[in-house]
């Protein structure tokens, strides 16, 4: 075969067919192969001018559609309020974008933030206060050692390596603001709160004070929402969970010495409802005070019993504190009960997400859970564990099926989150090999 | 320097470039996948006068050629997430070109605009910059392109002018190598018989000076 090379463009050097390589060239006449090697030699050449003026055609292009997206989104969630619109990929955005607004000014008081993010302070007896141009201040107790990560217009992320932070933050529309503590991840919207993370013991304390939080990392089990007045203390050596109400510690401690319950300065104290005795408590509510053990042996009085006669409340109940005291098969049990006895509601979806967990950690292998987290995301697109379903399905099916049969999951994945936390696993999916 | 030792070193250097390529491609793929905030115009310096010369010499000499070389750019950023093996970005980006050129050649067919001018020609401001050789031969090439089907036209068009592999063809137009070379000998011959049917040369030579006459030196 005749083969010459070319080079029309800023690819590589290609490689035309002959007139004789009658398979690969179709017989074409020679007549009209010389016509075809002429419109490609005098047809599509792109000037560098040319080529600047495409891309500001471009940058046009992308403005006009995206405003008229944005209309036509504008008018949707307008007809049927509610429904997300999603209003184009990462990649037209930062084609188009404007530059960034500028981060949260920021000034250390008693300290600095070095060039890596420590956050150091001037004196040993003087600790760092950050305050940011929103009006938050993040407090750091004296000999705690804290990273500044990131702070951008919305808000910033700062690490408690070890130590104690108190944190105040201003509530504001799209604010974002996190706080690492160890492996946990508190993520707050307007409130006031403390963490204490002790990197010896491994231990995290999250007192709230006001506003929500919630928090995620190791044994948690997803995300934990706090309401304020509510402590959570995790050891991580012990796999122990104990979410409770800040005035309940106080009473216990109180206790001994029979004192009258403390007066409590905070309007939030006046908002929430008398705590109930103990023994009248339902099991969510014991489940919310951290005593997991009282659920549990209750219920294991007549486990057969508990599972056929007890509500969709104290099912979920059961599970969790099973879980939380790793009692799985007790756990297991009032998941499938969940599912068996109040189908189709929310907390059927959720005990399946609760079952492909358990089978994971477990060890049954990533199939028998691959198939409850499928079954959670078809029960409840939209649920609490939508993300986390969605990540450990992606996790699931790598293990199953090989990182190519993942990689729809893991697209999906960063479409639907792209800030979860998977996402990273999910980019670095897409663009494996 | 011996043949086959100079034949070794052009491979070495072809294939070293090949991985440059490859890699520069991987690269701008990540970009575009995790919406780095400059990977859009990377691509597009990239890639646009391979996409440019693919629409201009499928539709032939048109002035929409910029509006459907940006509008493939624009589809290609809106669809990257589906771009499923980074270190393959050029063929995603071809058949993406390919698959709107065709929408495009359809569209006009259906609008009968084809790439003619209403009488029939190409627009002769289009093509000032060419001499009047080649514009014939244009005119001629596309005339009869315009009497192909798309999906002929198009293979035709991406194996002759183009210079593409069958593979690559195939890959771009998402069909078989075997329809592939099905279509290209269809094509190929039915533009065959109609330059037979038409006659005369691709292009209309001007008629050369005669060259003087030596005078015989005495």
Known sequence: MTRHPTQDDDGPVRVLPGPADSDSNGNLDPRAVEMAQIARKTLGQMSPKLRARGIDALHRLVVRRQSIRRRIAFVTVAAAA??????GPR????????????????????????????????????????????????QLDQGTRGRLTTVDDRGARVAIDHGRARVDVVPKPHARWQIDAGPFVISVHGTVFSAEWDAASERLEVNLERGSVSVTGPVTNGPIAMRAGQSLIVKLRRSEVVLRDTDEQEHEAEAPALAPPPVRTRAVVASRPSRPARQARSWAMSLSAGDFDSILEEAERDIGHTLASRGTEDLAALADAARYRRHDDVARRALLAQRRRFPASPRAADAAFQLGRLDEKNGRGPAPALAWYERYLDEAPNGTYAAEALGR?????????????????????????????????ARALRVER | ????????????????????EAARDLELARALLS???????????????????????????????????QEIFYRLFSRIGTLRKPEALRSFVISFAVRIVKWELRRRRARRWLTLSETGDVPDEQIMVINAESRYALRRL????????????????????????????AEAMELSLATVKRVLRRASTRVSQLVDAEQGPVVKRRPRPEAPVPRRQP
């Open chain 1, 82 to 87: 509610g429904v997300a619109i999603a209003f």
């Open chain 1, 91 to 138: 990649v037209l955005h930062s084609f188009n974008q404007e530059p960034a607004p500028p981060p949260l000014a920021l000034i250390v008081e008693g300290g600095a933030v070095d060039a890596s993010g420590v956050i150091r302070a001037r004196a040993e007896a003087e600790p760092p206060a950050l305050h940011f141009g929103d009006g938050t201040v993040i």
């Open chain 1, 393 to 425: 399905k992606m996790i699931a099916v790598e293990e199953l099926h090989g990182a190519g049969a993942a990689r729809s999951v893991a697209e999906q994945y960063v479409r639907r989150f792209p800030r979860g936390s998977y996402a990273g696993a």
């Open chain 2, 1 to 20: 320097m011996p043949a086959d030792m100079r034949h070794l070193r052009m491979h070495v250097v072809t294939a070293t470039m090949e991985e440059a």
């Open chain 2, 35 to 69: 919406g780095e905030a400059h990977a859009a115009e990377m691509a597009w310096d990239r890639y646009a006068p391979l996409v440019h010369g693919i629409v201009s010499r499928a539709l032939g000499p048109d002035a929409e050629v910029e509006d459907v070389t």
């Open chain 2, 142 to 169: 596309y005339a009869l392109l315009d009497r192909l089907n798309t999906r002929e036209r198009l293979v035709l068009v991406l194996r002759h002018v183009e210079g593409m592999t069958l593979e690559e063809i």
